[in-house]
């Protein structure tokens, strides 16, 4: 029985773009530096991206290609760290984790409960 042909998930996230735009040609980039990456590394975050929403990708692929700033990497981390989930991420338990306080999606809620806390401390 023939084997049916994967598709290369960084293949699929280009041919999303319906137009050649900024973001596209940030990730055709990110993908051409995967290209002098060490081969056993190229393969995990190949198989990485094949197991992730399209619609995280290209945040994650410009991480790991170290052409993101430092708020898109801990985007990145944290989306994949909480399952893909936006909410998941805002609402994350993991206190411990040294970029707890830099997660994105934050609601406002979180720091006015802060406030309100500290008004009932006294």
Do not use: N
Request: with cysteine; proline share 7%; aromatic share 6%.
């Amino acid at each position: 029985m023939p084997v049916p042909a994967q598709i290369d998930p960084i293949d699929e996230l280009l041919a999303s773009f319906k137009d050649d735009g900024a973001v596209k040609r940030r990730v055709e980039a990110s993908a051409t530096a995967l290209a002098g990456m060490d081969p056993h590394r190229r393969r995990q975050i190949r198989a990485r991206i094949a197991e992730m929403p399209l619609s995280s990708r290209s945040a994650y692929l410009r991480a790991v290609a170290k052409q993101a700033s430092p708020r898109l990497a801990i985007k990145a981390h944290c989306m994949e760290c909480c399952g893909w989930g936006r909410r998941a991420v805002a609402e994350c338990t993991g206190f411990a984790c040294p970029l707890w306080e830099y997660r994105p999606f934050q609601s406002s809620a979180d720091s006015e409960g802060d406030e309100d806390d500290a008004e009932h401390a006294d």
